[in-house]
């Protein structure tokens, strides 16, 4: 396969392999990780939460490189002192990952030690955010003025996990992040569908 077909999911697996090597600890979010719960839709993106140092931006550098990909060590180095994010493109093909550096606060903090690991033979073999922790993103993402593709993709996580999902936990961190609105509609929308 020539480096311009390079597939998303090769992406990600490029990226997470990376991760583990450099023992990186690291959780997918974003629509991955909806995909992955939810129901399935194009993505061009790979949003990654990363815990990452300084002295790690030199192995992302030389993992990287030109001219299949564009990698900033100026605005990696940037995103880590920030608690922002930075991307790395692969250039053949547009794909993208968000490297997301995780905040320091208390969700934060259990956002990138909770997950689960998916190993999908083959493809990948990586940590995911937990479903969970996945939808208080995507309705922190909304109520900021994101699309409505982040409550579809919530619909969907919670329509295919059905009685896995703890909605006590939603509950709680939905008023510890002031999303408390937006988790009622997305909740009201899925038990009280339209006929």
């Known amino acids: 396969m020539s480096p311009d077909e390079l597939r998303p999911h090769e992406l990600l697996k490029k990226f997470a392999d990376f991760l583990a090597r450099e023992d990186i600890q690291y959780r997918i979010v974003g629509s991955m990780a ?3 719960y939810g129901e399935p839709r194009f993505t061009n993106d790979i949003d990654v939460l990363v815990e990452l140092a300084v002295d790690q931006i ?7 490189q030109p001219p299949d990909f564009y990698f900033s060590s100026a605005a990696a180095l940037d995103a880590i002192r920030r608690r922002h994010q930075f991307n790395i493109l692969h250039i053949p093909s547009g794909l993208k ?27 990948y073999d990586a940590w995911f955010a937990s479903p969970e922790n996945v939808i208080l ?3 922190r993402y909304f109520q900021d003025g994101g699309s409505e593709k982040h409550l579809r993709d919530i619909s969907g ?7 896995k999902i ?7 961190w939905a008023d510890r ?10 909740r009201n929308k899925i038990e009280s569908p339209e006929t």
């Open 166 to 172: 703890d909605l006590a936990y939603l509950d709680y």
């Open 97 to 123: 990952v968000d490297v997301i550096q995780c905040k320091v606060d208390e969700f934060g903090q259990m956002d990138i030690q909770a997950g689960q690991h998916v190993q999908v033979e083959g493809l």
């Open 58 to 64: 030199e192995a992302l550098e030389e993992e990287f």
């Open 177 to 186: 992040l002031k999303i408390t609105s937006e988790w009622q509609h997305v």
């Open 137 to 139: 993103m995507k309705l």
């Open 157 to 163: 996580i919670l329509k295919i996990q059905k009685e």
């Open 34 to 36: 909806s995909i992955i």
